[in-house]
């Protein structure tokens, strides 16, 4: 039996200016649930958090079409945690589509404080089918042991 899941890089490593705003979008076709990580490069403080950190759905990839993801708004659902002096500071966006419909599209949006290397990825889980290739399953090579 094969794991029904699915890797999917929204953002590679964008090093991103203070007050500039990184997006990566998330296709959730045909998925049910989606883990959705903003990875925050090392900050020069702690305390050097970004001023905007949420994740937002659209029914189409026009970026004029998404909206705030209730729940899941920085400074207003959760609070933005503080960010590591050494290693990545990543925050997890855990979304059910099982639980409550969600439009097609997920898009983190970040800006950072000071300039930082952001990458926003996702895992997702129970598909339609069990990904039978490695293109299907949004990576180079599948080994299946």
């Not at 905007?52 to 920085?74: C, I, P, R």
């Amino acid at each position: 039996m094969l794991t029904e899941s699915k890797k999917v890089i929204g953002l590679h490593g964008s090093s991103t200016t203070n007050a500039a705003t990184a997006t990566g979008a998330i296709d959730t076709l045909d998925w049910d649930h989606a883990l959705v990580d903003v990875v925050l490069a090392t900050s020069s403080a702690v305390t050097t958090k970004p001023t905007v950190l949420k994740l937002q759905e659209s029914a189409t990839t026009d970026a004029s079409n998404y909206s705030d993801l209730s729940g899941a708004v920085g400074g207003t659902d959760f609070t933005i945690p503080n960010m590591k002096t050494q290693g990545e500071s990543i925050v997890r966006f855990n979304v059910s589509k099982a639980k409550k419909p969600h439009k097609r599209y997920l898009r983190g949006v970040v800006s950072p404080a000071t300039t930082q290397i952001i990458s926003i990825t996702a895992e997702l889980f129970r598909g339609d089918e069990s990904p039978s290739t490695a293109a299907k399953a949004g990576v180079e090579t599948l080994v299946n042991v």
